[in-house]
């Protein structure tokens, strides 16, 4: 390692870094705005200035950029020299010259950058009296709020939307104090990532838009380590509260997962927490089909005695974790728990699970994505099922322009250099898809084709790489197949992609073949496998097949031998078709539902239980890697909202259920769950127990600023109320505890003297991107202990002659996920429910973009909107999953479409107001 001094104390630090990365890593004060840890340095905002020496005896030095400086043995700098200094408070100066003087009402005081860069730089007063340089602000969409007078044009917005993650329609736009950072009219931002400007940008010229609206500081926020339940990536999260309401989002840095960024729906989908949808209380349902509030208490007496003298089933869900399924099928019995999983979606787990086993593969983190070097996607939309990987997968096609900086000895983070270098050169990533994807733009080959068609093309590339040329291969119009084989075999680390969003088990089985054969051929080879909820996998390994499929639930009620039905958190009309569930909850005696927000199962239950939210509870998640991962409660739940674990522990303790009578904290089920299955040991080690402290004192969930304990409740009482004590969590409550070194588990939020905004975080870390100091926990499954789903699934009837069409599932990031859609803000993005369909279906049908069409298929009929996809195959129909009535069409069936003659178009209706108050 590189011997460097600065201001006349030496230090040791990795080799490859710049100044500015290496002042940080030692723990040293240097300001900065352009350069991120992520994107590297342009050297733009000239903050970083330090001075350079010669050798021991030049006493004068040169004026250096820090982040434009590699580290090189011998190498004398120094921050504190007066000439450095000036110039640092200089430059704040400048960039004060048309910032506004609003930080008491700006959103971002507090934890700015800008606040904290202006201190550490020594600059005060400013001597400007002239006019400030103004601009208009723009309507960016539902999510961010645009203030662009608070910009110092350091470029990092548009370094991150267009460079890092590949958005077109943010830019700058002129030049000197006319620059401008936004769109070229007022619109909806594009990219799915475009809520990290929140945090990239070091002042408040985009914000939090839910935020802002209803504002809080953010040393007056409770936060909590948690987990993104959006999908099966399982991003670090750092959700914020205040008066008992969920109030944003932050990222929580996890250097395998998702480093520094989030996803949109990540970052905004949560806020369904606070909805009005939120079930109020116990409620039973009257001969009238209302609900009325009752004891809990009684209710689950009631519950519990039903348990012993009826035949009870248990369904779980996908989308909770593994303790509240762990303890729902400890109280009906294994035999008597399902999943919740439909079929298909039960063998296309099952296909994942077997072709992780039986490839060889090693199964890739997000951070390990971002390092291979020849990428094949097979029918996976990742994008839409799993946004976070997409952004992994953008900086990995750059892996090539790194190598040919390499060569010319260019570090990786000289961004600029490098950019200018490579232009369009990229490592190879090919797609094979029934219709576009948004990551089309990187892609080096596209292959647009039916779900069967795409498992031809993944057999044809494992024959080309195993040697054999099969026929299909060599009738393919210039070997583009040859071409994929060729790039995986070159590369290094090649990474197969695909998963249970393209609904066929035979692009699995393909992607296995091909990783199969990179194996055998010596190659380090990753496959990753994506499912659509945040514990698939996880409730899967849980069930290890024992347990009774969807359909036999079903079959059980049309026999009438289902008298307690137990639903939790799992909305079976989005699972199912209607007139199935509809059955089966009129043919069950008695139907028992928790859930955390109103829902159409809900409303047909006999007795509604509300369930406490992610952020009000703990539990673990397994993600697409077989991560096992943990949520803790950011606040406490509204009475008499409790963790549905809780619930099912109780009812099972009033029915003396053995094994529940012993469970009397949530680190007891997690620990039985660990104990209970070799496939999931080790899972109660993912955080630190609830006995876990540093000095005998709990980690604080305030921070130290935290004000307004006793204002917050001076209509109740003048003195400050005793906090309340968490016994379930090694977490307070409070802003007293031990705020120190911690493991990252239990880092509620980032926070470091001279420090206030989310840039706080390399005070927390050994480097820049590197590890966090307090360490973490990684407990991961491992694939030889994966255990596969025994059901057999009937094969979907797909009718392919000419008047039919092939249902093909799709899925939009806003508006698929259950909860995330009932969020504000993201409803407003959620698309209407529809069917998309190629020019040529549509042509053929006579109907066009807002028009109807009814589907006829196994499961009865249903009409849709239509809306024209001219990427789609012509045989093929787009449907969107999680739309209402979605779950009435099963994907690879065939359909029959004709035109819907009584349609009504959007367009063409008219408002009340149009008509003085009269409904049309």
Same mark, same amino acid.
């Given at each position: 390692?590189?011997?460097?001094?600065?201001?006349?104390?030496?230090?040791?630090?990795?080799?490859?870094?710049?100044?500015?990365?290496?002042?940080?890593?030692?723990?040293?004060?240097?300001?900065?705005?352009?350069?991120?840890?992520?994107?590297?340095?342009?050297?733009?905002?000239?903050?970083?200035?330090?001075?350079?020496?010669?050798?021991?005896?030049?006493?004068?030095?040169?004026?250096?950029?820090?982040?434009?400086?590699?580290?090189?043995?011998?190498?004398?700098?120094?921050?504190?020299?007066?000439?450095?200094?000036?110039?640092?408070?200089?430059?704040?100066?400048?960039?004060?010259?048309?910032?506004?003087?609003?930080?008491?009402?700006?959103?971002?005081?507090?934890?700015?950058?800008?606040?904290?860069?202006?201190?550490?730089?020594?600059?005060?007063?400013?001597?400007?009296?002239?006019?400030?340089?103004?601009?208009?602000?723009?309507?960016?969409?539902?999510?961010?709020?645009?203030?662009?007078?608070?910009?110092?044009?350091?470029?990092?917005?548009?370094?991150?939307?267009?460079?890092?993650?590949?958005?077109?329609?943010?830019?700058?736009?002129?030049?000197?104090?006319?620059?401008?950072?936004?769109?070229?009219?007022?619109?909806?931002?594009?990219?799915?990532?475009?809520?990290?400007?929140?945090?990239?940008?070091?002042?408040?010229?985009?914000?939090?838009?839910?935020?802002?609206?209803?504002?809080?500081?953010?040393?007056?926020?409770?936060?909590?380590?948690?987990?993104?339940?959006?999908?099966?990536?399982?991003?670090?999260?750092?959700?914020?509260?205040?008066?008992?309401?969920?109030?944003?989002?932050?990222?929580?840095?996890?250097?395998?997962?998702?480093?520094?960024?989030?996803?949109?729906?990540?970052?905004?989908?949560?806020?369904?927490?606070?909805?009005?949808?939120?079930?109020?209380?116990?409620?039973?349902?009257?001969?009238?089909? &209302? *609900?009325? /509030?009752?004891?809990?208490?009684?209710? $689950?007496? #009631? @519950? !519990?005695? +039903?348990?012993?003298?009826?035949?009870?089933?248990?369904?779980?869900?996908?989308?909770?974790?593994?303790?509240?399924?762990?303890?729902?099928?400890?109280?009906?019995?294994?035999?008597?728990?399902?999943?919740?999983?439909?079929?298909?979606?039960?063998?296309?787990?099952?296909?994942?699970?077997?072709?992780?086993?039986?490839?060889?593969?090693?199964?890739?983190?997000?951070?390990?994505?971002?390092?291979?070097?020849?990428?094949?996607?097979?029918?996976?939309?990742?994008?839409?099922?799993?946004?976070?990987?997409?952004?992994?997968?953008?900086?990995?096609?750059?892996?090539?322009?790194?190598?040919?900086?390499?060569?010319?000895?260019?570090?990786?983070?000289?961004?600029?250099?490098?950019?200018?270098?490579?232009?369009?050169?990229?490592?190879? &990533? *090919?797609? /094979?898809?029934?219709?576009?994807?948004? $990551?089309? #733009? @990187? !892609?080096? +080959?596209?292959?647009?084709?039916?779900?069967?068609?795409?498992?031809?093309?993944?057999?044809?590339?494992?024959?080309?790489?195993?040697?054999?040329?099969?026929?299909?291969?060599?009738?393919?119009?210039?070997?583009?197949?040859?071409?994929?084989?060729?790039?995986?075999?070159?590369?290094?680390?090649?990474?197969?992609?695909?998963?249970?969003?393209?609904?066929?088990?035979?692009?699995?089985?393909?992607?296995?073949?091909?990783?199969?054969?990179?194996?055998?051929?010596?190659?380090?080879?990753?496959?990753?496998?994506?499912?659509?909820?945040?514990?698939?996998?996880?409730?899967?390994?849980?069930?290890?097949?024992?347990?009774?499929?969807?359909?036999?639930?079903?079959?059980?009620?049309?026999?009438?031998?289902?008298?307690?039905?137990?639903?939790?958190?799992?909305?079976?009309?989005?699972?199912?078709?209607?007139?199935?569930?509809?059955?089966?909850?009129?043919?069950?005696?008695?139907?028992?539902?928790?859930?955390?927000?109103?829902?159409?199962?809900?409303?047909?239950?006999?007795?509604?239980?509300?369930?406490?939210?992610?952020?009000?509870?703990?539990?673990?998640?397994?993600?697409?890697?077989?991560?096992?991962?943990?949520?803790?409660?950011?606040?406490?739940?509204?009475?008499?909202?409790?963790?549905?674990?809780?619930?099912?522990?109780?009812?099972?303790?009033?029915?003396?259920?053995?094994?529940?009578?012993?469970?009397?904290?949530?680190?007891?089920?997690?620990?039985?769950?660990?104990?209970?299955?070799?496939?999931?040991?080790?899972?109660?080690?993912?955080?630190?127990?609830?006995?876990?402290?540093?000095?005998?004192?709990?980690?604080?969930?305030?921070?130290?600023?935290?004000?307004?304990?006793?204002?917050?409740?001076?209509?109740?009482?003048?003195?400050?109320?005793?906090?309340?004590?968490?016994?379930?969590?090694?977490?307070?409550?409070?802003?007293?505890?031990?705020?120190?070194?911690?493991?990252?588990?239990?880092?509620?939020?980032?926070?470091?003297?001279?420090?206030?905004?989310?840039?706080?975080?390399?005070?927390?870390?050994?480097?820049?991107?590197?590890?966090?100091?307090?360490?973490?926990?990684?407990?991961?499954?491992?694939?030889?202990?994966?255990?596969?789903?025994?059901?057999?699934?009937?094969?979907?009837?797909?009718?392919?002659?000419?008047?039919?069409?092939?249902?093909?599932?799709?899925?939009?990031?806003?508006?698929?996920?259950?909860?995330?859609?009932?969020?504000?803000?993201?409803?407003?993005?959620?698309?209407?429910?529809?069917?998309?369909?190629?020019?040529?279906?549509?042509?053929?049908?006579?109907?066009?973009?807002?028009?109807?069409?009814?589907?006829?298929?196994?499961?009865?009929?249903?009409?849709?909107?239509?809306?024209?996809?001219?990427?789609?195959?012509?045989?093929?129909?787009?449907?969107?999953?999680?739309?209402?009535?979605?779950?009435?069409?099963?994907?690879?069936?065939?359909?029959?479409?004709?035109?819907?003659?009584?349609?009504?178009?959007?367009?063409?209706?008219?408002?009340?107001?149009?008509?003085?108050?009269?409904?049309?």
């Amino acid at each position: 390692m590189p011997t460097i001094v600065i201001d006349g104390k030496e230090y040791e630090v990795p080799q490859g870094e710049n100044i500015l990365e290496a002042c940080l890593g030692l723990g040293l004060d240097l300001p900065y705005f352009c350069w991120h840890p992520a994107m590297g340095s342009i050297g733009s905002c000239r903050q970083c200035a330090v001075i350079q020496y010669q050798n021991p005896e030049d006493e004068r030095g040169k004026l250096v950029m820090g982040c434009m400086t590699p580290v090189q043995d011998g190498a004398r700098f120094s921050i504190t020299n007066e000439a450095a200094s000036s110039f640092r408070e200089f430059i704040i100066e400048s960039l004060m010259v048309n910032h506004p003087h609003d930080c008491p009402v700006c959103a971002e005081g507090g934890e700015c950058h800008l606040q904290d860069m202006t201190v550490m730089a020594g600059h005060r007063d400013r001597r400007y009296r002239g006019l400030k340089k103004t601009h208009r602000n723009q309507y960016l969409g539902p999510l961010i709020h645009h203030e662009m007078n608070r910009c110092i044009t350091c470029y990092r917005c548009v370094r991150f939307y267009k460079d890092y993650a590949g958005g077109s329609d943010l830019s700058a736009m002129a030049s000197h104090d006319h620059v401008y950072f936004g769109r070229h009219e007022d619109g909806k931002l594009e990219s799915p990532f475009s809520g990290n400007l929140v945090e990239v940008c070091p002042t408040g010229v985009f914000t939090d838009k839910h935020l802002v609206n209803d504002y809080t500081r953010k040393w007056d926020l409770q936060s909590a380590p948690s987990i993104c339940p959006g999908c099966s990536v399982g991003c670090n999260t750092s959700p914020g509260e205040r008066y008992g309401k969920l109030k944003r989002v932050h990222n929580r840095y996890n250097p395998d997962i998702n480093g520094y960024f989030l996803c949109d729906k990540g970052r905004f989908g949560a806020t369904y927490v606070n909805s009005e949808k939120r079930i109020p209380a116990v409620g039973r349902r009257s001969k009238d089909g &209302l *609900f009325d /509030a009752i004891d809990s208490s009684q209710a $689950l007496t #009631d @519950i !519990a005695k +039903g348990l012993s003298t009826s035949k009870v089933i248990g369904i779980g869900s996908p989308r909770t974790s593994i303790e509240t399924n762990f303890a729902l099928q400890n109280l009906v019995g294994q035999q008597n728990f399902c999943t919740g999983i439909s079929e298909t979606e039960t063998a296309l787990v099952s296909a994942c699970i077997e072709a992780i086993k039986e490839s060889g593969a090693k199964i890739p983190s997000p951070r390990e994505i971002e390092r291979c070097d020849a990428i094949l996607i097979l029918g996976e939309d990742v994008t839409n099922t799993a946004t976070r990987i997409a952004l992994s997968l953008r900086q990995a096609v750059r892996n090539e322009a790194f190598n040919m900086a390499e060569g010319l000895q260019l570090q990786s983070w000289q961004d600029a250099a490098t950019r200018m270098l490579v232009q369009d050169e990229r490592s190879p &990533l *090919f797609l /094979a898809s029934p219709h576009a994807t948004q $990551l089309d #733009d @990187i !892609a080096e +080959g596209i292959f647009n084709l039916s779900p069967s068609n795409i498992a031809h093309l993944g057999y044809s590339v494992a024959s080309l790489i195993e040697g054999k040329k099969d026929d299909a291969a060599k009738k393919t119009d210039a070997n583009d197949y040859g071409n994929i084989a060729e790039a995986l075999l070159k590369a290094e680390r090649p990474l197969i992609i695909s998963g249970t969003g393209v609904t066929d088990t035979s692009v699995i089985k393909a992607a296995s073949s091909i990783t199969s054969a990179l194996v055998a051929k010596g190659k380090e080879t990753y496959l990753s496998l994506i499912y659509q909820e945040a514990n698939t996998l996880g409730i899967t390994l849980l069930d290890q097949g024992q347990g009774p499929s969807l359909s036999n639930i079903f079959e059980q009620g049309e026999n009438n031998s289902i008298q307690t039905l137990i639903i939790v958190e799992n909305d079976l009309y989005r699972r199912a078709a209607k007139h199935k569930v509809d059955k089966l909850l009129q043919a069950a005696d008695q139907v028992i539902v928790l859930d955390i927000l109103d829902n159409e199962t809900c409303n047909q239950a006999d007795i509604v239980i509300p369930a406490s939210s992610f952020a009000e509870c703990e539990g673990t998640l397994i993600n697409f890697e077989g991560r096992a991962q943990r949520h803790f409660p950011v606040f406490e739940s509204k009475h008499p909202c409790r963790p549905s674990w809780e619930w099912l522990t109780e009812i099972g303790k009033i029915s003396s259920n053995k094994n529940m009578l012993e469970w009397q904290c949530f680190d007891d089920i997690n620990k039985a769950c660990s104990e209970s299955s070799s496939t999931l040991t080790g899972i109660n080690e993912v955080a630190p127990d609830r006995k876990y402290r540093v000095g005998g004192r709990k980690i604080p969930r305030q921070p130290h600023r935290y004000s307004g304990r006793t204002a917050m409740v001076a209509n109740l009482s003048v003195h400050e109320p005793k906090q309340t004590d968490d016994t379930e969590t090694p977490l307070g409550f409070t802003m007293e505890g031990h705020s120190g070194d911690r493991p990252g588990e239990l880092i509620p939020f980032v926070w470091a003297p001279g420090w206030n905004s989310n840039h706080s975080v390399h005070k927390l870390q050994t480097g820049s991107e590197g590890e966090l100091k307090g360490g973490r926990s990684v407990v991961k499954i491992e694939s030889k202990k994966l255990i596969q789903s025994k059901q057999q699934v009937k094969s979907v009837n797909q009718n392919n002659d000419q008047d039919h069409f092939i249902a093909v599932a799709m899925y939009k990031i806003f508006g698929t996920g259950e909860l995330s859609s009932q969020s504000p803000g993201i409803i407003e993005l959620c698309e209407s429910e529809s069917i998309e369909l190629a020019i040529e279906a549509a042509d053929k049908l006579g109907v066009s973009n807002g028009d109807g069409v009814t589907a006829h298929g196994v499961n009865g009929t249903v009409d849709l909107e239509v809306k024209i996809n001219d990427s789609l195959i012509s045989n093929c129909v787009g449907i969107i999953q999680g739309m209402p009535g979605a779950a009435n069409i099963n994907p690879g069936e065939g359909l029959s479409l004709t035109r819907s003659e009584n349609w009504v178009r959007r367009s063409e209706i008219i408002s009340s107001d149009q008509l003085g108050g009269k409904n049309v």
